[in-house]
């Protein structure tokens, strides 16, 4: 049950299957702690959680075994999860915890720690709280934890980020935000109308079962449709949690998080922010994006998939600008390094009123070449090169497409999930060349061969 118990993001899955049980969830949270206090770390965690109804459940399971570890809890109740990051870091505590499945369907529910200076924990963390888990407890006995709440951490976050850029003036901006239903349903339209933007909230009634449904940032043609509706200036899909984002220009069109790091990179480059003119992205950005950044000099540097990797890399180099074509965007503010989906918002609307023009215009340095992205749902998550039949149909692919394109096969580290991703000359080879090696993963291992 342990083992493996930490994918590409924290801890997630399915409520009330393992590991999300009240008992293995309990016994996580003694782990958690048990390895606080072995880091010498204060004694101190925040946790936050997003509104899915299970998330009290969750939460509190872990609570419980936090404070019989001897940890003292402060409970934020809903917060994004870069807030947690955040104010984990300003408010000296040794651990935030956040309880949230992100972009996952309702009926999913997960766990991410943050250390001390608001970074995601360590892979070499997760695992040893693994073995711990698999270990009895050395509760004290007679002795536990403070419980605390803090009502004012939404407050505290919205004011941080405002008085950053306390210099952006939005006055006169219709900005339509989709909130996902999810965790930034307060914080974000508030941080906005403080800056002076007219803000119109779509998605933003959240009920415990309605976080990402047929909304926010899996399903950004929905705010597309609201800003061509309202006649707005732009609009922006944050995911459930809130540290993504993905927006869309004032003529409706879908601007990805490779498209936002085009814009971004340009604006970082003219203020001398941009540190060695490189970006770090992951391997599932679009040629497009590399293409647009060497055309003013800038250089891409891809990582493996996932923010933790991003962030990696530009600590290695001191990067300032990283992220994925999801629109979990990095753009290193100090000594913090957290997508924040409403950070990027602000950042990519500094850009926007310091060009003068529409986000169309500002957006058009990049152009995305044809790229399709095929799910298979799968039993189990084999070698991808123990599968001759499907190397070998990869590799047919690829000698096919030669430069004109390139192909990515990997598995989902948060869902049963194998992806397939072709990039090629023209819309309908790609799709086809994409569905040629899905058929192929579908019938060797796929869940309903």
């Known amino acids: 049950m342990t083992k493996g118990l930490f994918g590409t993001d924290g801890i997630r899955g399915a409520v009330n299957r393992e590991p999300l049980t009240p008992a293995t969830l309990s016994a996580l949270g003694r782990a958690i702690g048990e390895e606080l206090i072995a880091s010498g770390a204060p004694r101190r965690a925040l946790i936050g959680r997003d509104t899915r109804l299970s998330g009290p459940m969750v939460g509190s399971a872990v609570v419980s075994g936090l404070l019989a570890a001897g940890i003292d809890v402060t409970v934020a109740a809903v917060l994004p999860t870069p807030a947690i990051a955040m104010l984990t870091q300003k408010g000296r505590f040794g651990l935030g915890v956040v309880i949230s499945a992100s972009h996952n369907p309702a009926g999913d529910n997960g766990v991410k720690l943050f250390t001390a200076n608001a970074r995601k924990a360590d892979p070499k963390v997760e695992k040893r709280i693994e073995r711990r888990l698999a270990k009895p407890g050395s509760l004290v006995e007679g002795s536990t934890g403070a419980y605390r709440t803090w009502h004012g951490a939404g407050t505290a976050y919205v004011e941080a980020l405002v008085d950053e850029f306390k210099s952006l003036d939005l006055s006169g901006l219709t900005i339509v935000a989709d909130c996902a239903n999810g965790a930034v349903c307060d914080t974000a339209p508030r941080a906005l109308e403080a800056l002076g933007a007219r803000t119109i909230v779509i998605h933003g009634k959240p009920n415990g079962k309605n976080i990402n449904r047929r909304c926010g940032a899996t399903r950004p043609e ?228």
């Open 222 to 449: 929905v705010v597309a449709r609201a800003v061509k509706k309202h006649a707005a200036d732009l609009g922006v899909s944050f995911d459930g949690d809130g540290d993504r984002a993905l927006f869309s220009d004032e003529r409706g069109g879908v601007i990805d998080g490779d498209a936002t790091m085009a814009v971004l990179a340009r604006d970082l480059k003219a203020g001398r922010r941009l540190r060695n003119r490189q970006v770090v992205a992951t391997v599932m950005s679009n040629v497009g994006l590399a293409t647009s950044l060497a055309e003013v000099g800038v250089g891409l540097i891809r990582t493996d998939v996932g923010d933790r990797s991003v962030v990696t890399e530009m600590d290695r180099g001191g990067y300032a600008l990283g992220g994925e074509q999801s629109g979990h965007i990095v753009v290193r503010r100090g000594q913090r390094l957290i997508g924040d989906g409403l950070a990027t918002t602000l950042h990519l609307l500094a850009a926007l009123v310091g060009s003068g023009g529409p986000l169309s215009e500002l957006a058009g340095c990049f152009a995305k070449s044809p790229q399709v992205l095929v799910n298979v749902r799968v039993e189990e998550k084999p070698g991808i090169r123990s599968l001759p039949s499907v190397t070998k149909k990869i590799r047919q692919v690829e000698r096919e497409l030669g430069d004109a394109g390139r192909v990515l096969v990997r598995y989902s580290g948060t869902e049963p999930l194998l992806r397939v991703m072709v990039e090629g000359p023209n819309r309908k080879s790609t799709t086809v060349a994409a569905h040629r090696i899905a058929t192929e993963i579908e019938r060797t291992i796929g869940s309903s061969k």
